[in-house]
């Protein structure tokens, strides 16, 4: 009998605020033994929880429908603004036998085509971060409130001196213009009878920089005052309702936030303090009325990803006294976030916090040139810097409210402070736990996880230090890796929306996403960064199954293809980045000729494009595009007789002109082991050191290993001299670096961090396939120097999970498969007549060292005697 478990609404358990009509349920097929599989499903949606019974649902009823489908599956009943709905669904197996009915959820709409009614958009000058109020009235027992609300570019909700609820810098980052992020509220519990008072703090973000930087964040299409737009609903059991609106009847005043800068920091005078300005007790007379200001002209739309949290506090384990008055705290691990103060000082006295990820002569270094001086800071030395007056008042604590940094230092200064990392990210789940025998391999799964939470701030970044910027190259390298680790359904469909919302009319992306307009001339056009878009959508259905997404994006991507078909020249694909960073070229670009790696990722591009195409039923000639592009590649740089590919600008072998065109399947069959041979015979007589930058380290490895050079893949992960991760790791490194080198700009960039992806693919063996992980294939082909692996990742489908150990050459392997998941197990062999399995898993296959079972549900358990 089949069970339904871990039911959810758009990937989200209980969602409030869906801005859809149709949302898509899902659920993980549950049942003991082997084979087991769902041939029908029943949905019940009804208006309370005690009507989700066939006889009583209210509001849909699926009926039976025969179907394996377990995510994905659209609601085709009533959908209100503002309301919840229960659901629940029950399964059919093989046997054509029901199961019960699974627990019930619910999911409840936002305000859908109801808008914000009579709700303004309100701010008006002030001399700092401004303050909101409306003091409003309950007068009867509360059965529901929300509130609804986009404050820009960041708000701190408040509601009778409480916190409304635990998310910070929301709402999420957009392109303003097009589209602002609204974020529901469940404030039932937060009201009283009688007086109540609601408020906002408000900080700048992307919305209204100030800072000058070189990205042009300070002048954008919307760049503006910060203001706010909000609704509060209050239901009553009687079946009355009230609404408080943003208009000119809420108060306002500037704050205790002086100013407030994502790249400089937070100035906040404590002095100016107003205790209780969003409760009842205080006297707003004072204070100003609101202004009505001009709407963004983007879009309000609920905001459907996870918000940004405070996941962790970390104390520091180490503050040292550099000298008199100077102190510099070291958390022992590099991070993205802020810190929170606790100190007593006289009143006025100035506490300095200048974060950064290294010491340099006494000193927590945090420059960077592309944000400009301004605001009295002539020296353009004010990065990453908070300023905190005391208010002399006895014990007070402080933290940033409006920006985030990446550090691991802290240089403290004005008086001594007791202070806490606040580690800040988009809270989104892990998926996946690794182990190993080998402890490098796990000190990098921890370094890669590391730095890609430290850069999900509601768009994925290339460094929460220095640009904080959406750089898709950094996207297109990492996708893999990440999804593999995260549960990113929610945040990519998100940033994919962004990246739509950033094309230009003629198709062009930008190099970074969002932007402000800036990287459609400023470093482009570089092909290897916005042919993430077709590879994103790619790999949303390869790990998530999500055809709207797919459907949804279409027009787009076709217009984006379109633009980079129209400037191929000669079969070729102008790009001015190529492979960023590889080693000894610390200031940028590769030294080769950048149309062979742009060329090589618009050839996946299209491949990518015409999968999607054949998915959902649209026609296109991209199949012939990407041959065309594969015959201009390989006329220009393929040298037949050396069986290598080579620029006339290469200074010396290059083995990301090499792996890319193997990985992406562009080598002519005839030349393809000649060419991995190439590639492994280099590596070796660098004595297994790579030199690849961020375009081509990440098919470095699966490359070798796909072409029978796994050893040699190995020797260069566990590599401990310069450049390699080890060499990092033997600096301290804890997160991935930007450079090879030991003088890396930033140190939280995971582009050059992918070997992850090798270690969760090749050593530990596990391979989503395609299709919500449909299929998986399990083959442990990279497991010199190391004695077993364990990989468990919650998919869609449900827990997929690989363990081996090895002891001389008898291998034990275990591989557990979720109900709607077919696995190709794999098992390292000389011969089929080699392989035990339990149960009988039926006849193995015996090819290339490997036997191989096609298996279902169930766990699954095999001995080689000859791996």
């Known amino acids: 009998m089949l069970t339904p478990r871990s039911l959810r609404t758009e990937y989200a358990v209980r969602p409030i605020g869906l801005d859809v009509t149709r949302p898509r349920f899902s659920w993980v097929a549950a049942a003991p033994g082997h084979g087991a599989t769902q041939t029908a499903y029943q949905i019940l949606v009804a208006s309370t929880p005690e009507l989700l019974t066939p006889e009583s649902a209210d509001v849909w009823d699926s009926g039976k429908v025969a179907s394996a489908r377990t995510f994905g599956v659209e609601y085709d009943g009533a959908a209100a603004p503002r309301t919840r709905y229960h659901w629940t669904v029950r399964l059919w197996d093989g046997d054509d036998q029901a199961g019960d009915w699974a627990a019930g959820e619910y999911f409840e709409t936002g305000l859908l085509d109801e808008g914000f009614a009579g709700a303004q958009w309100i701010g008006g000058e002030t001399d700092s971060a401004p303050l909101l109020r409306r003091g409003f009235t309950v007068n009867g027992s509360v059965r529901r409130a929300r509130l609804y609300a986009s404050g820009l570019g960041y708000a701190n909700l408040r509601l009778n001196g409480q916190a409304v609820g635990d998310a910070v810098l929301d709402p999420g980052f957009t392109a303003y213009d097009k589209t602002v992020l609204y974020v529901t509220h469940d404030v039932t519990e937060l009201l009283r009878a009688g007086a109540n008072v609601v408020g906002a703090e408000l900080g700048r973000g992307f919305f209204g920089m100030a800072s000058v930087n070189v990205w042009r964040w300070h002048a954008t299409p919307w760049t503006a005052d910060p203001r706010l737009i909000a609704r509060l609903v209050v239901e009553y059991d009687d079946g009355r309702a009230d609404e408080v609106v943003t208009d000119q009847t809420w108060r306002i005043t500037g704050g205790p936030t002086l100013s407030d800068s994502l790249y400089t920091g937070e100035t ?110 002539v020296d353009g030395e004010r990065i990453q810097r908070d300023e905190y007056i005391a208010a002399g008042t006895g014990v007070e604590t402080w933290e940033s409210r409006f920006s985030y940094k990446g550090f691991r230092y802290v240089q403290i200064e004005g008086a001594a402070v007791q202070i806490q990392l606040r580690v800040v990210h988009s809270d989104v789940a892990s998926v996946t736990d690794f182990s190993s025998t080998q402890a490098t391999y796990e000190v990098l799964e921890r370094m890669m996880r590391r730095t890609v939470l430290a850069n999900l701030h509601g768009i994925p970044t290339d460094t929460p230090f220095y640009e904080k910027n959406g750089w898709t190259g950094d996207a297109q390298v990492g996708t893999p890796t990440m999804l593999a680790t995260l549960d990113l359904a929610r945040f990519f469909t998100k940033w994919l929306g962004d990246i739509r919302d950033s094309q230009a009319e003629s198709g062009q992306l930008p190099v970074i996403v969002p932007t402000s307009g800036w990287g459609f001339e400023e470093l482009a056009p570089a092909t290897e960064w916005p042919t993430v878009y077709p590879f994103l959508l790619r790999e949303m259905y390869r790990w998530y199954g ?322």
């Open 268 to 377: 906040y005078d404590a002095r100016r303090a107003l205790p209780g300005w969003d409760t009842t007790v205080l006297d707003d007379s004072s204070w100003a009325n609101a202004e009505v200001v001009e709407a963004p002209r983007g879009r309000l739309v609920g905001q459907a990803h996870e918000p940004i949290r405070v996941t962790e506090t970390v104390d520091p384990v180490e503050v040292t006294e550099v000298r008199p008055g100077v102190w510099i705290a070291d958390f022992g691990r590099t991070d993205a976030g802020w810190t929170r103060i606790t100190l007593t000082a006289p009143a006025g006295t100035t506490v300095t916090l200048t974060h950064g990820e290294t010491v340099a002569d006494g000193n927590v270094v945090a420059e960077n040139i592309n944000v400009i001086a301004q605001n009295g800071h």
């Open 546 to 867: 999500d055809e709207r997404l797919l459907r949804e994006h279409w027009d787009s991507l076709t217009r984006y293809l379109a633009w980079e078909l129209g400037r191929v020249e000669d079969g070729l694909s102008l790009s001015v980045l190529g492979d960023w960073l590889p080693p000894g070229h610390w200031h940028g670009p590769a030294p080769e000729d950048h149309r062979l790696t742009g060329t090589a990722y618009l050839y996946r591009a299209l491949v990518a494009a015409a999968e999607i195409g054949e998915l959902i039923g649209q026609p296109n000639d991209y199949r012939k595009d990407a041959a065309n592009l594969a015959d201009g590649l390989n006329r220009a740089f393929l040298d037949r007789e050396a069986g290598r590919y080579r620029t006339a600008e290469d200074p010396d072998y290059r083995q990301t002109s090499n792996a890319l065109p193997l990985a992406f399947g562009m080598v002519p069959e005839e030349l393809a082991d000649r060419v991995a041979a190439g590639l492994a015979a280099d590596v070796e007589a660098r004595g297994f050191h790579l030199n690849t930058g961020a375009m081509g380290v990440g098919v470095l490895l699966p490359t070798l290993t796909a072409y029978g050079y796994g050893d040699v893949a190995t020797k260069v992960a566990l590599q401990r001299t310069y450049p390699s991760w080890g060499y990092w790791i033997d600096l301290g490194a804890d997160t991935m670096w930007e450079w090879w080198e030991e003088n890396s700009r930033s140190r939280n960039h995971y582009f050059q961090g992918t070997v992850v992806q090798w270690i969760f693919e090749n050593v530990a063996g596990l391979r989503v396939v395609d299709a919500g992980s449909e299929r998986i294939v399990v083959r442990p082909d990279a497991r010199a120097e190391v004695d077993s692996a364990t990989i468990r990742t919650e998919t869609i489908r449900g827990t997929v999970a690989v363990s081996w150990q090895q002891t001389g050459s008898t291998l034990e392997l275990e591989v557990q498969v979720p109900v709607g998941t077919t696995a190709e197990v794999q098992v390292p062999s000389a011969q089929a007549a080699d392989v035990a399995a339990v149960p009988q898993a039926g006849e193995g296959t015996h090819t290339d060292g490997y036997t191989s079972y096609t298996v279902g549900a169930g766990t699954w358990s095999f001995t080689s005697r000859s791996a």
